[in-house]
């Protein structure tokens, strides 16, 4: 009696079908698509702009720290640089911020189902034939993202000086003014502090590589908040994102006169 031999396992389930869910998969992707690409354009225009970024004592944060001599002098006009005239201030710092943003855990899952649909949602066949993965390149560029969180750390040290000169009086410049852009600016610190402490690489600088958690109650009490963080990373990474632009859109119109000279600017 002849034997038949079994070929490989295969690996992916074989069916003709795109995928056999029923519920809605698809509207996660495109919603996230569609909110993705508004708010990179607003800020694409806005950090190629070169206008309206500085308005009294208010810096938008797509412009901070400032480090061309093209900046309008502000409190926020740090280690000028003459040979980056050619570039508009946003555009010479906006690869730390985008390099934090671009290889985060949570945007990477985003744009990989939104955009690339690889694959789209759980148990959806993805158009791509073969599935390489981030293990090999040009996907395993996305493990900087643990260095670009120390970049991110910096930015947010700068950013939380802007919110704190934004108590300055954008007219006067006395100290105590409290306006709409003064609490623009604190929320914006404070969500992408919050933003960056739930990273995912946050967590594992703080309780990763340990043996014995006992040992280390500090780092076990940081892990533990961190961790609770974490699970609503996805959350501060849309607002936190969305504050930016809403910031940066605030500045704009008040440099613009759009709000007249009111106290409450
Ligand atoms: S995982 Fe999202 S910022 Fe690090």
Redesign the pocket.
Known sequence: MTQVTQGPAKTRAQIQAKTLRTDPWYRSPRVTATGLTIIVLYLLFASFANTDYIFGSYISPLYSPCLATTCTPSDSSFFLVPWLTWLTPAIIIIGGPLG??FT????RKAYYRSFWRSPAACAVAEPHARYRGESRLPLIIQNV?RYF?WI?IAFNIFLTYDAVVAFKNPYTGAWGHFGVGTLMLVVNAILLWI??VS????RHITGGRLKHFSKHPVRYKAWTVISRLNNY?MQF?WVSLTWVTLTDLYIRLAAAGVFGHGRWI
Do not use: D
């Open positions: 934090f943003r985060c855990y949570y945007y993202h969180f991110a933003y960056s990273c995912h690489a946050c990373h990474a």
